[in-house]
């Protein structure tokens, strides 16, 4: 279906602007109040790319672009690729 020379994959950490407030509010939980807070950080701002030191340029520069980080202090090479299990 696919006629590839070669492919790749790399891996990307995102960070984003969000503070988590807890407010005295006495009808919730502290959990309850935590979820709330931690649901709210899904939707800040990117500030901080850590990606791949692997990852070819033009890739790099597609993820920061959609993610308007222009900066480049906000892109950062990671120590290495990430691996699960390992």
Do not use: W
Not at 23 to 34: F, Q, R, V
Not at 56 to 65: E, H, N
């Amino acid at each position: 279906m696919f006629n590839y020379d070669t492919i790749s994959a790399h891996t990307f950490k995102i960070m984003r602007d969000a503070l988590l407030t807890i407010d005295n509010d006495l009808s919730k939980s502290l959990i309850e109040k935590m979820e709330e807070g931690i649901q709210n950080c899904k939707h800040g701002e990117p500030v901080h790319l850590i990606y791949d030191r692997e990852m070819p340029q033009d890739l790099l520069c597609t993820i920061a672009g959609k993610l308007k980080l222009r900066d480049k202090s906000t892109l950062n090479p990671g120590e290495g690729t990430i691996c699960c299990g390992t």
